[in-house]
């Protein structure tokens, strides 16, 4: 009866914890409230059930693991009709690549590919042109005073970089961006219902226009993405509409991935270069510190704070008992913290030797990791070598969000 009512109290305690987390102060910092929750014990209840993990060794531990497994779309089928995992938005998502175990994600990566070096250098030279315009957008409305940052460049970027690269119409990327921000909650730490209506609709939306794109690749193939995926799938699939259907699946997830995570990773690098001028100086006159500022970046507050894996069998972390299918959340923006992990982890140090989770780790380790990186280091150079130093005007505003962080806008202005 004691750890049961130990664990009672501590879930109590979750709860109240949560709630800061949810307000306004909560979301602009959060830091303070993993903190307090890291300092309960690298395990502690989540407060709607399941465990949260904190240390950055466990986390890094359950990812690379094989006996602890995605929430895939089997698993949401048996939490039940009446859950948010059996919401239409989160059943499409269980049936994506982040979401498959073994041997499905196996087939399903290897039909993907990946980014080879070709292909990042191509995208290198795309980069340029599309930041370099960017960047004059940016030094026009500099003129009249300040600008928003978020939504000038960091929103602007990663729709045209990959919209290139699968080849989409640019007078869809605005609608295709604003659907990924709802898209998304479906895929939070505890969606609402309006939240989960919202995403249900996005990804309806996505789904029509995917499947249309699919269609129209395989009547029209060219040399892009979606024509190759087609081919891929042809060759193991005899069934062509489901080899269609994945490929949907596939240009849905690389969309949602290559838009939501890097828009927010693009926004926190910038904010940490202008709120202290002496990074701004830093990285201009040392431009190879950029790959290490952005690694750093990841690290101090990453765009996913929170990844959740289910027990493969029943098992037990640091003596928590934890059943088969039971849920744990790695807050892995905490474990980031983690003293134990990095010396003064709450000081933002480019210096430092680079060991983060921000895009996971074992066989799902993100497929984008290395356009992500190249979105962000060409637009520390391109920046802090084109333009003056720039200046925060005020603290951006977040969305209401705990698992995917999100600035909602960036302010700066010259120095």
């Given at each position: 009866m004691g750890v049961v009512s130990t664990r009672t109290h501590d879930r109590r305690a979750a709860v109240s914890?949560?709630?800061?987390?949810?307000?306004?102060?909560?979301?602009?910092?959060?830091?303070?409230?993993?903190?307090?929750?890291?300092s309960r014990g690298g395990v502690s209840p989540?407060?709607?059930?399941?465990?949260?993990?904190?240390?950055?060794?466990?986390?890094?531990?359950?990812?690379?693991?094989?006996?602890?497994?995605?929430?895939d779309a089997s698993w949401r089928e048996r939490q039940g009709a009446g859950t948010r995992w059996n919401a239409p938005s989160s059943r499409e998502m269980g049936r994506t690549l982040p979401a498959l175990n073994p041997p499905d994600h196996t087939r399903v990566r290897r039909a993907a590919g990946g980014f080879d070096r070709t292909t990042i250098q191509d995208m290198g030279?795309?980069?340029?042109?599309?930041?370099?315009?960017?960047?004059?957008?940016?030094?026009?409305?500099?003129?009249?005073?300040?600008?928003?940052?978020?939504?000038?460049?960091?929103?602007?970027?990663?729709?045209?970089?990959?919209?290139?690269?699968?080849?989409?119409?640019?007078?869809d990327w605005p609608r295709l961006r604003d659907l990924t921000h709802e898209q998304v909650f479906t895929q939070e730490l505890l969606p609402s219902a309006t939240q989960l209506a919202r995403s249900d609709a996005a990804?309806?939306?996505?789904?029509?226009?995917?499947?249309?794109?699919?269609?129209?690749?395989?009547?029209?193939?060219?040399?892009?993405?979606?024509?190759?995926?087609?081919?891929?799938?042809?060759?193991?699939?005899?069934?062509?509409?489901?080899?269609?259907?994945?490929?949907?699946?596939?240009?849905?997830?690389?969309?949602?991935?290559?838009?939501?995570?890097?828009?927010?990773?693009?926004?926190?690098?910038?904010?940490?270069?202008?709120?202290?001028?002496?990074?701004?100086?830093?990285?201009?006159?040392?431009?190879?510190?950029?790959p290490a500022f952005v690694e750093e970046t990841l690290r101090y507050d990453p765009p996913t704070h929170v990844i959740s894996r289910v027990a493969a069998r029943d098992t037990a972390l640091e003596g928590i008992e934890v059943r088969r299918d039971e849920m744990v959340h790695l807050m892995v923006a905490a474990a980031h913290r983690d003293p134990a992990r990095h010396h003064d982890p709450d000081r933002f140090d480019p210096l430092r030797k680079p060991a983060h989770l921000a895009f996971s780790g074992g066989i799902h380790y993100c497929l984008g990791a290395p356009l992500a990186r190249l979105e962000a280091q060409t637009l520390l150079r391109h920046l802090t070598q084109r333009l003056p130093r720039l200046t925060l005007v005020r603290p951006p505003a977040w969305a209401p969000r705990v698992a995917f962080r999100r600035p909602l806008n960036l302010d700066v202005a010259p120095a």
């Open positions: 914890l949560f709630s800061r987390l949810r307000t306004a102060a909560g979301q602009a910092d959060p830091f303070p409230f993993y903190a307090d929750l890291a989540a407060p709607w059930g399941g465990s949260l993990v904190t240390g950055f060794d466990l986390c890094d531990q359950i990812l690379r693991s094989r006996e602890w497994l995605e929430p030279r795309m980069l340029d042109q599309v930041t370099d315009r960017l960047l004059g957008n940016l030094t026009e409305q500099l003129r009249e005073g300040e600008a928003d940052f978020a939504t000038l460049v960091s929103e602007e970027l990663p729709v045209a970089t990959i919209g290139h690269w699968l080849g989409l119409p640019a007078e990804t309806a939306e996505l789904r029509a226009y995917f499947v249309e794109l699919v269609r129209d690749r395989r009547a029209r193939p060219g040399d892009d993405p979606v024509s190759r995926w087609i081919k891929a799938w042809d060759a193991v699939e005899p069934n062509r509409d489901e080899a269609d259907e994945q490929v949907y699946l596939l240009a849905l997830f690389v969309v949602l991935a290559a838009l939501e995570t890097t828009s927010t990773l693009l926004t926190m690098t910038v904010l940490r270069l202008v709120e202290q001028p002496e990074r701004w100086n830093l990285i201009a006159s040392c431009p190879d510190l950029v």
